[in-house]
C-alpha cells in the first residue's frame, strides 16, 4: 500500500528561498512568514497523508455507484469530506466576506498540491467547487454571490463545470442544450452534458451546476453560447433548500481511473436556471473557471508524479536485487537495494528533477496570478496567460512519464493493482484530456497566446531568461552548470518562435504541426528558469552558512541532472518544428 | 467498441518488397510465396478480427476468476480457444514431426501479430505454450519431447514458465524453490512461484509447468539453478493423464491489464518435477523460452500500437470537431473531422509510421532467428543476440507510449472504458515490465551484448548500414530524405557504443548510466534503416510500374515523416548519454 508524504521542506524551500513571498509587494504576501507557512503546511500535510491517503485506494476499488438516482461515493468519503469542510481548507484562498480565509492563491497552490497528490479523486469535489464559486465571484450578481458563495465557500454545496456534450468537447459551438428565457427572468434549461466531474454524489446538502446553453435565436456558434446556475434543489429567497429541481444523472462513467470520482452523465429537462453574466458571453465566464482549472490540472500532473516518485523512492531503497557493478554495498544481505543500479537512479532522477522543477514552476505561476489579481498588474496577468498552456499541457505529459516510470520502478509489483502504483498511473492519464486535451493546449499556445498584445508576453518571458542570465554570468557555480543551458535552450524556444513567425503567415500548418513540440520545448525552458533559480537560492544559503547543507547540495545536484539530462531535449524539439507541415500533411485523408 | 483489421497488405509488403522472402537461400523459405503467405495471413486475419478480437473487451471486463480452487476464463475463450486449435494456428511454426506445420519463425511472426493485436490477453496462452514447447525441443530428452510435445504443439495442454519469486525478480540467484532428487530420477518441487502467466485455466487437458528450482547442495546463485518439467496432471507412459500433481493456484493477482489472462501465484508442495536439460543449468534452457519471449514481447508492443492506431484513425475520420485553419473541408457538416487538423495529423503519423517500421524490424528480425537456426549462420545469431533487447525493450516503451496517443485522439472517450482505447494502453503496459523488465534488456544490451564476441555483431550492424548507404548514394529518392538522416543516426549510435568503450572501463557507470538511452537510440537507427529500406522498395515498385501508386507512395510519404520527425531523437539520446555518470550518480542514497 503506498503513502504519502507532504513536501512541506520543499515547499518551504520555494515559497521563501527563492520566491521570497514574505519581502514581496503583493498584498497579503507580508503575512506568509515562513513560520506561518510552515504551520499551515504542516496542518494540511497531516490531514492529507493521514486522513486522504488511506483513502486513495478505497476510492479505487469501490468507486462510486448509482443506487435509485442517487451517487454512493466510496466508504469514509464523506467522513473525509466534513473533516477538510471543519478545518476550513475548502475556503483557504476564497474571501473572508463569503467565509473564506482570504489567503493569497499561492498558498491555495502549495495547500492544493498536497490534496492532490494524496487523493486527486476526493480532492476534485471541492476542486471543482472552487471553480464554480471563481466564476459567480467574478460574474455574479451581488444577489448570487450572496446566495451561494458562503455555502460553496465552506463546501456545504459543492459545483460542477457542465461543458461537452455528447457530440461536442472541444467544439463547444455545436452544443444543443438551450435556455428557454421564463417571464420571472429565470430560464428552462434542457439537453445532456456529459463527462460532469463531481456531477452527483452523497457528500453535500447541495450542488450548484454551473451550464454551457444556447438561449434561442441567439447568435450562432460559439457566441450564442450563455453561463447558468442550475442547483440540484432550488434556493429559497432565505437560503433554505425548496423543490428538487429538473436534473438527474442519466449514469456514472466507468473510466480508467479517478474511480473515486463520480463522472456523470447529466441530463437537464426544463431544470430551473439562472443566467450568469451577460447572455451569449458564457464562454467569458467559463474561462475564468477553465484558465484557474488548467493550472489545477498541471498541478495534478506534478502532485501524482510526486507521490508515485515518493514510493518509486522508497521501494528502491528497501527492494534486494542485483548487486553494485562497482562494488557490493550491503554485504550482509542476499543482494543491494535498486537504488545502487544506475539505470534505476537515472529513473528516480527524471522523477525528483521533474517534481521539484514543476512545483516551483506551479508556485510561480500562482505568484503571478496573485500579482495580477491583487496588484492589478497586466504584465503579469499577460505572463500567466501565456504560460497556462504550457503549466497544463507539459506537467501532465510528463508527469504521467513519471508515473509510469515510477511504476517501472516496482517491476511486475507496478503491474499488480495491490500494490498501488498502477492507479497513480491511472489517475494521472486523466490531466492529459480534461480541461481541454493537451494537443487543444498547444493550440492555444501557439494559434493564440503567443501573438496576443502583439507577442510581448513572450518577450518580456525571453527578457527575464536573459536578464537573469547576465546577472549571474560572474557566479561559477552557476555559469557552466545552469546558465550555459538554460541560454541555449532559451535560444532554442526564441529560434522556433522565430521559424512560428517567418512560416505561419505562408501556411498556418508550419506552425500548428510544431505546436505540440513547441508546448514541451517551452515547458523545459521554464522548468530550465526554475531550476537555475533555484540554484541560485540553494547557493546563496550555503555561502551564507546554512546548517542544512545537504539539503541545498542535494537541489543543486538534482538542478544539474535536469539541465544536463532533460533540458537538452529543447534541441529535438526545435528539430521536429523545423522540419514544419510538409511530412505531417503530406498523405490525404484516405490514404493513412 | 474498437475493432481489428488484420494489415494482410502491409505484411505482405515487408515480407515480398522488403525481404523478398521466396527468393531467400534460408530452407523453408521458397514455399514461401506471395499467394501462398496471402492465403494464410487472410484467414489468421478473418480468426483474429472476427473471433478474438470481439473478445477482447469482454476478457478485460471478466476477467479470470478462481472458484474452488479452479481458474475460470471469460466467456467465449475456452470456444474460441477451440478454433485457434482446429485450424492448426498454435503448431504453425512447430515441427511437423510433434504435429506442427513446420512453417518458418517468420511466418509465425506475421500471423502472432494479429494474433496478439486483437487479443494479446487471450493470446498469451498459446504463446506460453509456444515458448516452454520451444525449451523442451532444445533441451528435453527424446522421451521429454515424444511425451510433451506434441499435446503442447496442439495445445490440447498449455505450459508456463515458473521464474519470479515474492523475493526475487530480475536477481533469480536468490531463489529458495527447492528441488529434492528421488531414487525414480524424478524431484520433489517445494516453493512459490509468482507472476505465472497462463499459470491456471480451463481450456486444456493438462497444464506443463516449466519451473526453476535450487537442487540442494548445488553451486550457490544463479549457477545453481535448474529447469524442472511439472505437470499439472501427471502423464502415464502410455501418454493418459494420472494423478493430481502438488501444484496449485494460491490466487489470481488483479492487475492494469491482460484481465483475461489468470496471472496465478503457483504453490509447488512436494510436486514431481523432472529435470529438463542438465542440472544447474537451467538459465541456459530458460533462455531458449526467454529470448523467443522477448521478441515476442516486442511484438504486443508494436501489435497494440497497431491496433490502438486503427481505431484512433477510425475516430479522427469520424468525429467532427472545429474547422481546417486552412479552409472547410466538411461544408455540409457542422464541422471538420479531426484528421484536418495539424497536430491529430502528428500524433497519427507518429503512430503509423512506428507501427510500419515496428512490423519490418520485427520480421527482419525473425529472418534473422530462421537463418541462425536453418543455416548455422554464427552471424545471423550473433545479430538478433544484440538486437534482442532493443526488440524488446524499444518496441514495448514506443508501443506503450503509441497507444497513448491513440487515446489521446479521442479526447475524453479515451477514458472512458466503453470505448476500449483505455484497454490497449493497460494491456501494453505489461509488456515494458514482463519477460525482464525494460531497464533490464538496456543492461543486458550495454553490459553484455554490446561487448559479446569482441564486439563483432554491433560492428556487422554498422557495416550493413554503411553499405546500404554506399550502394543507394546515387538514388536521389533515398539521398536526401533517407540516407543522410540514417547516416546521422547511425554516426550518434557510434559515437555513443565510442563514449561507452573510452569511459566505461574507468567507470562502469558511465557506461550503465547511458543505457536505456542507447536502447533507445539502437532502436531508433534500426527503424530508420528499415525505413530506408522500405523506401528503397517502394521506390523499386513505383518505377517498375506497380498499379498500387497510392500504396507505394504512402509508404514513402510515412518514412519520410519518421526520418524528419522521429529519428532526430538520436541526438538528444547521444546528448544524456555524453552526460556520463556523475548528475546520475551524485546523490547519495539518503539524500533523495
Redesign the interface.
Known sequence: MPSYTAPVKDLQFVLHDLLKVSESDIPGYAELEADFTSAVLEEAGKLTSEVLAPLNAVGDVEGCKLENGVVRTPAGFKAAFDQVREGGWTGLDMPEQYGGQGMPYVMGTAVGEMFSASNQAFTMYQGLTHGAASAILAHGSDAQKDMYLPKMVSCEWTGTMNL?EP?????LG?MRTKAVPQDDGSYRISGQK??ISAGDHDMADNIIHLVLAKIPGGPEGIKGVSLFIVPKFLVNADGSLGARNGVSVGKI?????IHGNSTCVMNYDEATGYLLGEAHKGMRAMFTMMNEARIGVGMQGMAQADVAFQNA?AYA?DR???RD??GVKNPDG??D?L???????????DQ?SFVEGARAFMLWGALLIDRAHRNNDAAADGLISLMTPVIKGFLTDEG?DMT?KA??VY??H?????WGM?QF??DA??A???EG???VQ??DLV?RKLATDGGKHAMAFFEMVKTFIKENEGNEVLKADFLDPLKAASKDLQTAMMYFMQNGMK???NA??G??DFMHLFGHVCLGLMWAQMAKAADEALQAGTEDV?FY??KL??G??YM??RL??T??HL??IH?G???????E?A??
Open positions: 461537452t457530440h461536442c468537447g472541444t467544439d455545436m456529459i463527462f462513467e466507468e473510466k480508467m481511473g523512492l531503497k534486494l536485487q542485483g557493478v562497482t542476499p543482494a537495494p537504488i545502487v543500479h544506475p539505470d534505476i537512479r537515472r529513473s528516480l532522477m525528483k504521467y509510469v511504476q517501472q517491476g511486475g507496478g503491474y499488480i493493482e495491490e498502477s498511473t491511472r492519464r486523466i492529459m484530456i480534461y486535451a493537451n494537443g498547444a493550440l494559434g501556411n498556418p500548418n500548428l504541426s505546436s505540440y545537504t547540495q542535494t545536484a538534482t544539474r541532472y544536463a539530462r537538452p531535449a534541441a529535438l528539430a521536429r522540419s507541415a510538409e511530412t505531417v500533411m503530406a498523405l485523408a490514404n493513412f
